[in-house]
Nanobody, 118 residues
Framework: QVQVVESGGGLVQPGGSLRLSCAASGSIGSIAGMGWYRQAPGKQRAMVAT???????NYADSVRGRFTISRDNAKNTVYLQMNRLKFEDTAVYYC????????????WGQGTQVTVSS
């Protein structure tokens, strides 16, 4: 089994930046994709960005150009650099992994709160 733990959330002003980290442990050899999802109050969980082991990234339209996902396979860690944050980026951010390309994300972290407020 795989376990993931997120860190790096917090309170930031609009236009600011935050960097989230997610460290994986356990059966790390089984991890294919890693990604970030978020859930805002009253909304469904939605994909933010995903990245394959080879480094191919995919972004939601709402964050493309502002957020960057990266992955360090040696450290079994995925990062989400969030720049030019907006009020609407406020959400709980979850790290997730899957075990095959295009497969469902089945391992989830506990989430980390990101609040954008002035």
């Amino acid at each position: 089994q795989v376990q993931v733990v997120e860190s790096g959330g917090g309170l930031v002003q609009p236009g600011g930046s935050l960097r989230l980290s997610c460290a994986a442990s356990g059966s790390i050899g089984s991890i294919a994709g890693m990604g970030w999802y978020r859930q805002a109050p009253g909304k469904q969980r939605a994909m933010v960005a995903t990245i394959t082991r080879a480094g191919n990234a995919n972004y939601a339209d709402s964050v493309r150009g502002r957020f960057t996902i990266s992955r360090d396979n040696a450290k079994n860690t995925v990062y989400l650099q969030m720049n030019r944050l907006k009020f609407e980026d406020t959400a709980v951010y979850y790290c997730a992994t899957n075990s095959r390309l295009g497969g469902s994300y089945t391992t989830w972290g506990q989430g980390t709160q990101v609040t954008v407020s002035s």
